[in-house]
């Protein structure tokens, strides 16, 4: 079946509203679930199910992941002929927006594709089901990763697979620099800057050292992180300081004055551009910070062999601040009419190996580790490479940081506002760290 085999299956897609559906949607679905006694405030046991039945499986992604994902349905059906799958998928920008809509409607999909920042803002409007009550074998999953989805001690999402927060790097435009390669496992955050300028100066003009980091909130948890701090607590609130908040800020600053990335203006451009139209991914830049599943497309916009680096300062702090970050949850519907086909769907997409085989490293590297295991002589030679990044970094990563709070979906806009004011120079690094405090302690305190 081909992918426009899958749209006409699953009929017309929902109207993606404009921003800000999502957070009313959300609201107006605070009474969802219930009907399936398996979490949501549901009182009532389930009752029996009666297949053949029909369950929808939400999910965001590329055309590539349409049809991979066409193919893992495909073998789960072919096992399971009782149970028919409905696709329902589309790109990022429209995925939350939708999805709040069928929520608010009350056709919220049986199996649903999560995110870290919206996984406690569904959870706590009764939408999402507790998967520990279902019958879904995580045992092959480490218990540090399983803790990403887990709320008060419920289960609302099971990762697919795991990613690392990292220092992408060319070691192409470094030598052409004149700049040896950072030891990742010493450079301190001032190293990061010195190399970074080196780079610029060496390189000629045109090409930079790296590409500006403030945009995305997990550099700054690593920060904290190794500071002995954590950007949120396991209570829901901020932990990080304003100190460590203004001193994430100011590298951006320090970068800039010495030539190691590029100016606000154009820096705002290749932000806007992603990881293919950053300077990674033009031959513009030797560094820049990225997800490990990120490595394949960088590579293959760059036409260069690229290479994963630990972040710096891992071991000028308290401790360690990197960590494996679910890619993306699994997560049921609380009010499905179909909870045990349901978690049967998930089980199959978490620990069979044939949906492994299809995959690969598309949700990240699978985070049942026996079937991640069973992929790595299949992977291309980058994924290889970032497979084995992950291994390297596994004993030394300390744990995992807590599910973000409810609100936590409007950091990644605090984060983009807050950090192009630091580089037009509009506010100073202090002035934005209490103003990112402000804000992110007011998005979720609403």
Known sequence: MSTNGLRTRRGK????????????ALTLAGCGGGDSGIGGGGDEPAAAEECPCEIRFAWWGSDTRHESTE?????????????????????????????ATSVAAGDTPDVITQEERYI????????????????????????SVLAGGQIEGAQYGIPTGINAYAMVADPEIFADAGVDMPDDTTWTWEDYVTTANAVSEGAGEGVWGTQ?????????????????????????????????????????????????QPDAARTVEYQAAGPEGGLLGTNQGAMGVWWTNQLG?????????????????ETEGERTGMYYKPAMFYSVSADTEYPESSAKFVDFLLNSQEAADIMLTDRGLPANTEVREGILGELSPTDQKMADFMADLEDEIVDTPPVPPHGSA?????????????????????????????????????
């Open 212 to 260: 500006d980091y403030g945009f995305n909130e997990a550099g700054l948890n690593v920060m904290a992180r190794q500071r002995g701090e954590t950007l949120f607590t396991p209570e829901g609130e901020l932990g990080v300081s304003e100190q460590t908040v203004a001193d994430f800020f100011q590298v951006s600053l320090d970068l800039m004055e010495g030539g190691g």
């Open 297 to 313: 497309a960088l590579t293959d916009s760059s036409g260069h062999e690229l290479e994963l680096l630990r972040l710096p300062g």
């Open 13 to 24: 897609r929902l109207a993606a509203s404009a921003a800000g559906i999502a957070a009313v």
């Open 71 to 99: 193919q893992i349905i495909e073998a789960f059906e072919a096992e399971n002929p009782d149970i028919t799958v409905v696709p329902d998928f589309t790109d990022w920008d429209g995925y939350w927006d939708k999805l």
């Open 120 to 143: 406690s803002d569904y959870s706590t409007k009764n939408v999402l089901a507790d998967l520990s009550q279902l019958d879904i074998d995580t045992s092959k999953v480490d218990d």
């Open 410 to 446: 409007e950091i990644a806009d605090i984060m983009e506002r807050v950090n192009t004011d630091v580089l037009f120079e509009r506010i100073t690094p202090d002035e934005a760290a209490t103003q990112f405090m402000d804000e992110f302690n007011a998005a979720i305190a609403d």
